[in-house]
């Protein structure tokens, strides 16, 4: 899944709040997951739909209920495109700190 799309997907404060349910509390019906918004059930289905198609939940079904957990696998992409700026700035803090330790030994000369 493109990564504007998860994002986007996250991007929406039910919709975060929903993964956030999930990754704490772990899987969980619709209608559970429902019951903190006030807002439809068509509404919280839409929401839903939306964090499944952008790969970030899975959906199965359980007796009449429909269940929803992570899919670990959609924050593959997050995780990708935050390891370059971490490597980023690590890189940027150790270069900093060498000129600071340079600095600081050129002073005591």
Do not use: C
Not at 18 to 40: C, D, H, T
Not at 85 to 107: Q, V
């Amino acid at each position: 899944m493109a990564l504007h799309q998860i994002m986007g997907a996250l991007g929406d404060p039910t919709r975060f709040a929903i993964v956030e349910a999930l990754l704490k509390e772990g899987e969980k019906s619709a209608g559970a997951l429902a019951e903190p918004f006030n807002m439809s059930k068509p509404a919280i289905s839409r929401h839903l739909k939306v964090l499944e198609q952008s790969g970030l939940i899975e959906r199965r079904t359980k007796a009449q209920f429909r269940v929803f957990s992570i899919r670990a696998a959609g924050f593959g992409e997050i995780d990708d495109w935050m390891s370059k700026y971490r490597e980023f700035w690590n890189g940027s803090f150790d270069r900093l700190e060498a000129i600071l330790k340079k600095s600081g030994e050129d002073e005591n000369e």
